[in-house]
């Protein structure tokens, strides 16, 4: 099993423009989610799903959009970037199981917004 | 590019020493409490959670214990080795509905030969 894919591992974008960060997990964990991580600070949870065409928002959901259309993959859309979107971002993905808090991580996307 | 671990507090101790991290969380209400480790270039890795109504619980080399009284939690690390260092994040659930993770800022741990 691969687990949890990001790609890409690094990106760059000028301000203004859009891009999709692709997350995939093989293991048909029902929930996912994108977090963002900034230097000297913990994980800041984006947008998450708990389940094939249902989303929610988290702590820092504007500039963000995301789209569950299958169990596996949770894509998240930046609209128009901005330099205070420079981050590395995290999907996770984990079972809808009582007391489960296991959440599996991807290896993180790098982005930088110029 | 810059690190994650710029910033972070730092725990620097030498191998075969016993580790004990330490973290404050803030909501009352949560049921689960959980430690995560990150090491570079990686994403974070789930060690251990323990329950609300818990005090302590063992893994192997871990210990979590939880002190609801001043809303503490500590990850206790036996006989540490080079490869424990990493960046240590405690997590807290919030139990209501679909439970998001409320992660802190995390604590970096180096380990010396």
């Known amino acids: 099993n691969a687990g949890v894919t990001q790609t890409p591992k690094f990106q760059v974008l000028k301000t203004g423009q859009s891009m999709t960060l692709q997350c995939a997990q093989d293991m048909n964990h029902e929930y996912m989610s994108w977090y963002r991580q900034d230097p000297g600070m913990g994980l800041r949870l984006i947008h998450y799903?708990?389940?094939?065409?249902?989303?929610d928002q988290g702590e820092v959901p504007n500039g963000y959009n995301v789209s569950r259309s299958t169990t596996e993959d949770f894509p998240l859309r930046l609209l128009s970037a901005a330099p205070s979107q420079t981050s590395v971002y995290f999907c996770?993905?984990?079972?809808?199981?009582?007391?489960?808090?296991?959440?599996?991580f991807g290896q993180g996307t790098r982005l930088t917004v110029v | 590019g810059e690190s994650v671990g710029l910033h972070l507090p730092t725990l620097s101790v030498q191998e075969g020493d016993n580790s004990i991290i330490n973290c404050a969380y803030s909501n009352s209400a949560s049921d689960y409490f959980i430690w995560y480790k990150q090491e570079s270039g990686k994403g974070p890795q789930f060690i251990i959670d323990i329950r609300s109504n818990m005090d302590k619980r063992q893994g192997q080399r871990v210990t979590v214990l939880l002190n609801k009284t001043v809303k503490h939690l500590s990850l206790q690390i036996a006989a540490t080795q080079p490869g424990d260092s990493a960046v240590y994040f405690c997590?807290?659930?919030?139990?209501?509905?679909?439970?998001?993770?409320?992660f802190g800022k995390g604590t970096m741990l180096l380990v010396s030969p």
């Open positions: 997590a807290e659930r919030n139990g209501s509905g679909y439970s998001t993770l409320t």
């Open positions: 996770a993905s984990s079972y809808k199981r009582t007391g489960n808090t296991e959440a599996f």
């Open positions: 799903s708990v389940g094939a065409g249902i989303t």
